[in-house]
Structure formats: C-alpha cells, structure tokens
C-alpha cells in the first residue's frame, strides 16, 4: 500500500463519517469527522444545490479520484451522486491525452 502520511496513534484519528476511511484532522474537515476527500465534496454538494453549480470543478475533480482511491467508483458515486453527475458535464481544463 502506498501511504506517504503514516498516521500516528493518538493524532486525532478518526473513521470518516461518510466514507469510513481512515483518516485524520489535517484542518478544517476534522470539525465534522470528514476526510479531506468528502470534507470537499460535501462542500461542492452544497454548491450544487445553493447555486446549480460546481465551486471548483477541478478541485472537485481531484477529490473525487481521492475518495475512489480510498473507496470505489461505485461508493464514490453512491455517496456524491449530485457531484458525479456534475463532474461528468463539466468541461476539464486539463489538457492532453485525449482518447
Ligand atoms: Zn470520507
């Protein structure tokens, strides 16, 4: 297993409550017991549903490859279902490798 960050025991490790990941408070997302990966994505839920619109779709992005990292595509689906669906119609700025 890759993991860069060894958690340490007794440094606020905590199961995220949407994912059940492992992780840790690394700021702000340690307040609600989130992820760094849901902590945003939770966020960008919220964007969606206050404005119809991603805050920031690449930022979104990322954590979304994070979270199926940690989970599955279909977990992470099933878990941002309004992110997902977001995602897949907004227009990356990431240039290259076009299939
Ligand atoms: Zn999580």
Same mark, same amino acid.
């Given at each position: 297993m890759r993991n860069r960050s060894h958690i340490q025991r007794g440094s606020g490790?905590?199961?995220?409550?949407?994912? /059940?990941?492992? !992780?840790r408070d !690394?700021? $702000?997302?340690?307040?609600?017991r989130l992820c760094p990966?849901?902590? !945003?994505l939770a966020g960008e839920d919220n964007s969606?549903?206050?404005n119809g619109k991603?805050? $920031?779709?690449?930022?979104?992005?990322?954590?979304?490859?994070? #979270?199926?990292? /940690?989970?599955? #595509?279909?977990?992470a689906k099933q878990l941002f279902p309004r992110v997902?669906?977001?995602l897949i119609q907004a227009p990356t700025? !990431?240039?290259g490798?076009?299939?």
């Open positions: 490790v905590y199961a995220c409550r949407t994912c /059940q990941h492992n !992780t !690394t700021g $702000d997302n340690g307040d609600v990966a849901c902590y !945003t969606l549903s206050d991603l805050y $920031d779709a690449d930022s979104a992005r990322n954590e979304f490859y994070a #979270l199926m990292e /940690q989970t599955s #595509l279909v977990r997902w669906s977001a700025t !990431t240039t490798s076009a299939a």
